[in-house]
């Protein structure tokens, strides 16, 4: 299986009136649970094929996940999925739970959202009795993370009409921005910086 494409996509933004009450946070960018989820929906199946070697019996097994999720908790992400692997005439389904990096780099203004550790028993039938091959770590399938454009990107210029007949041009953007995990979104909240981008000029008349 490729490692996990790269995703890069804008985010509906929300203000948020909680980071309007908070010092340094004037804007905030919401990340959905669900949009995160409804991405693995719309990739489709998951599935990967290897190769197995055990008492001088050599193979291949699969595994497929099925209904994999991030769930996001305060100050917390993590991966969730059952896999279904089968391995000769042996098949069976496990639950796979993992965690989850969240962060925003400013530099290349992206949240990134990656899998870091997701593991699983690789288990066969060998005699009568179970035995345990290795275990799986799903994390080196999503090697590339989740990419989501961050909130540097806004700005927004704004003419105002004076009573003097002039106009005066001011620019809003975003600033000072951080990354917050809570119950069932990622909040990206920054400080507004609001330029006079140049001094008053007289209407036309």
């Known amino acids: 299986m490729k490692p996990f494409y790269k995703i890069v996509l804008s985010i ?27 991405m693995f929906t719309a990739i489709g199946e998951i599935h990967g094929t290897s190769t197995y070697s055990f008492m001088f019996i050599d193979g291949t097994y699969d595994w497929v996940l099925i209904n994999p999720q991030i769930k996001l908790h ?14 000769g005439d042996y098949n069976y389904l496990i639950h796979v739970s993992g965690n989850v990096e969240v ?11 990656e899998i870091e550790e997701a593991k699983f028993p690789l288990n066969m039938m060998f005699l009568g009795k179970l035995r345990h091959l290795k275990d799986i770590d799903l994390a080196k399938y999503f090697e590339a993370p989740l990419l989501f454009e961050g909130p540097l990107t806004v700005g927004t210029e704004m003419v105002f009409d004076m009573p003097d ?10 600033l000072n921005c951080g990354v917050k995990i809570a ?3 990622i909040l990206v909240t920054a400080e507004m910086e609001f330029l006079n981008k140049e001094k ?3 209407v036309a008349k």
């Open 12 to 38: 509906l933004f929300f203000v948020s009136n909680n980071a309007l009450q908070a010092q340094n946070q004037d804007f905030s960018l919401t990340l959905k649970e669900s949009v995160l989820n409804k």
């Open 74 to 87: 305060p100050n917390k992400a993590d991966f969730i999925a059952d896999a279904k692997v089968t391995i």
């Open 103 to 113: 962060c925003y780099e400013p530099t290349t203004n992206l949240i990134y959202v």
């Open 165 to 174: 007949k002039t106009q005066k041009r001011i620019y809003m953007h975003p």
């Open 183 to 185: 119950e069932k979104e």
């Open 200 to 202: 008053s000029q007289s």
